[in-house]
């Protein structure tokens, strides 16, 4: 499939994404979508596979002076997960960041409890759980939510149990990102690999910020759409 960028909207990013996940015919198919970005991406992919729809929520751990410059990630059900580059270059250790990796992990809790009112993901064991965002930068979140997955399904499986597989989906992507994954999941869907990569937003043309309420009403149709 040939891409043309910019994307229009997340939402045409998902359904050209969809149409190459559904060629892959995975079995028993569960997405899960980093918020907020990457739930209208996630949603056309859920339609396509006949799967349910959920989140898999991540924090960013900024440094604590600039909170904006990301030094690691946090996902639900797992731990700390820092850039071990970036903390020689800023001349950090991961022990200096335990107050903002606290910080983060309470507002990862409190995102839940809005986007899942507490209740806990689906089993991950013996699914094919596809991790979708709305593009990939450093990599730091999305490494952070595939090292989570696979923790929670090591641990939720049963002995002899085919263990299922994880594939990162999202529509474009730094390419040495692409390759410094390699390895963390079974499988990586990229629409798109530019040359040029400074930021996720400017391969889109509309890139709106998303709200809790507009993460809510998106997920609303997909939870549970299948099993």
């Not at 064991?125 to 595939?146: E, H, I, P, S």
């Not at 696979?150 to 641990?155: D, L, S």
Request: without cysteine.
């Amino acid at each position: 499939m040939e891409i043309a960028l910019p994307f229009v909207d997340r939402e045409e990013a998902g359904e050209l994404l969809a149409e190459v996940l559904a060629g892959l015919r995975l079995p028993r198919p569960l997405v899960l979508a980093l918020p907020r970005g990457g739930v209208p991406v996630a949603v056309p992919i859920g339609a396509a596979l006949d799967a349910p729809v959920d989140v898999l929520v991540t924090r960013k751990i900024g440094h604590p002076a600039q909170p904006e410059l990301g030094l690691g990630a946090i996902a639900e059900g797992g731990e700390p997960v820092f850039d071990e580059n970036m903390l020689r270059a800023v001349g950090l250790k991961a022990a200096d960041l335990a107050a903002v990796a606290e910080r983060e992990r309470r507002e990862l809790a409190r995102r839940v409890e809005v986007y899942r009112g507490g209740r806990a993901l689906p089993r991950l064991a013996g699914r094919a759980v596809v991790v979708v965002d709305d593009g990939l930068a450093t990599g730091g979140t999305a490494r952070a939510a595939l090292r989570a997955v696979r923790a929670m399904r090591a641990g939720q499986r049963e002995p002899g149990e085919d263990p299922g597989t994880v594939t990162l989906a999202v529509p474009v992507a730094a390419r040495q990102t692409v390759r410094a994954l390699t390895g963390e999941a079974d499988g990586l869907v990229v629409l798109a690999q530019p040359a040029v990569f400074r930021a996720v937003g400017q391969h889109y043309l509309s890139f709106d910020q998303l709200t809790d309420a507009d993460v809510l009403a998106l997920l609303a149709g997909r939870r549970g759409a299948s099993g």
